[in-house]
């Protein structure tokens, strides 16, 4: 396993360039340190960030890879002067759209994440409606929702909830499936007027049963039997109401939401 | 004001290509209207990417921007048949960056953000954690906490405890400052035992009198007096007890969460 150490180094909040970290998961075999330097907008902030380059490299015997967003052509130019595998987006992407766009870029910090940024009271708005009706706890304002998700308890609902509206402030409302939805052999008839927004997730018994049982061990809620039964009830609930839904088992949040996206085709 | 289509095409989630969607931030005068096609991961599905882009170009006037990830050598080559103004995240960042590291790279679909990806249980955990300790909730668990937020009522504490959980797998819990505290004087009993994790949200007197009008409009719980009022003693309190604190007035949850990563040191 090789060593290397990744900088983030940036003169605003350093997202953008941390979310390029993540294409660092397409080389498994290395051993990837992560540091963030978010607002090193002076001579004084690059040239501690140089010392930490340097003791990297002793320390990994490996130049790092550094991923930079500075706008200040002086930063840009000094932090270069370090021995670095450099990724620079304003040299590898906002220049050359620029050209491509016939317009100078900004180049003051931290523009990509400021409250200025598109869409951001949305988000704020959305987060605040996904967690007021988070685990079904109110009915009123669903007609407000985006999105509404049911499930089984402990399926992925309230995470991928909370990443649906965080990332593109969808108000999204979730319900979970319960003994009593069971018995009755109905989606709760709150949910009966909101029927084209509802998204299902569903979730494999086993490893169902291993996350309820990390909260409430041997109990008859966490068997295996049990998680089986309410798993094959809340499927033929969704079926038969036809709802869409997907299987949470071995997706990230941030795949179960892209694929809601695209299901339930909300505009982003 | 020009207008221009950004598609973000994407054998996974689409998330990384997105990620760097913020970047055209530095472009005010252009109108990006931006499409996602994640899970672009067959020759049919690239021949509909094809047919947006041609008519995105008759509708704007102008070529798109393509920010494209893709592994598979074919589907990137025949997308790249099209005009449009090409972002390809393979040939700019992760075959440059397999050369560095002398390294083949992953091409398999949606590499990046799959439940294998870097700390993805912890964040999971973080979100609940988060959740069931937003707004003083409850007292018990505090031990767990890697960042306690507080600050008076609706100056943006729930919305940057979410971030932090989701985005870096931080336990982030908050408590909010209330009449009870400042009548007393102190902060609350329970909080005494985690001053070194306690992180302080401000704001100004203007911006929290708007923010809670929305909510109850024409209080006295949202009057600029009392607002006035709660924000000078809440920043007496702080600054009594030794805490740090941001304004949150006119910071996005990203820059306010990426301070306070930074201020209180916590591994990333």
Redesign the interface.
């Known amino acids: 396993m090789?060593n290397?150490t990744v900088f983030f180094i940036s003169d605003?909040?350093?997202?953008?360039a941390s979310?390029?970290g993540?294409?660092?998961?397409?080389?498994?075999?290395?051993n990837f340190t992560?540091v963030?330097m978010?607002?090193t907008d002076t001579l004084d902030k690059i040239k501690l960030a140089q010392v930490s380059i340097l003791h990297a490299t002793e320390a990994n015997g490996g130049r790092p890879?550094v991923i930079m967003s500075l706008g200040d052509m002086e930063l840009r130019n000094t932090l270069k002067q370090s021995n670095a595998?450099f990724?620079d987006?304003f040299n590898?992407?906002?220049d050359p759209?620029?050209l491509?766009?016939d317009?100078k870029?900004?180049?003051g910090a931290?523009?990509?994440?400021?409250?200025?940024?598109?869409k951001?009271n949305d988000r704020?708005e959305a987060?605040?409606f996904t967690?007021n009706h988070?685990d079904g706890m109110t009915n009123s304002g669903l007609e407000e929702a985006q999105v509404i998700l049911i499930g089984v308890s402990r399926c992925g609902k309230?995470?991928t909830s909370?990443?649906l509206a965080?990332?593109f402030g969808i108000k999204a409302a979730n319900y979970p499936l319960i003994p009593e939805d069971f018995e009755r052999g109905a989606l709760p008839a709150i949910l009966h007027n909101h029927l084209d927004k509802i998204f299902g997730l569903t979730i494999k018994p086993e490893r169902l049963h291993a996350v309820r049982n990390e909260r409430r061990s041997g109990s008859f809620y966490a068997s295996l039997d049990n998680c089986r039964k309410e798993i094959i009830t809340a499927e033929n609930l969704m079926r038969n109401a036809g709802i869409t839904w997907a299987d949470s088992t071995?997706?990230?949040?941030?795949?179960l939401?892209?694929?809601i996206?695209?299901r339930t085709r909300k505009p982003?």
């Not at 931290?110 to 598109?118: D, L, N, Y």
């Open positions: 090789l290397r605003g909040t350093g997202i953008t979310a390029l993540k294409l660092l998961e397409h080389f498994p075999s290395t992560q963030r978010p607002f890879v595998y990724i987006l590898t992407f906002i759209l620029g491509e766009l317009q870029p900004l180049t931290g523009i990509a994440h400021s409250v200025m940024g598109t951001y704020m987060i605040n967690l988070d309230t995470p909370v990443y965080m990332q071995s997706r990230s949040v941030e795949e939401s892209a694929i996206m695209e982003t």
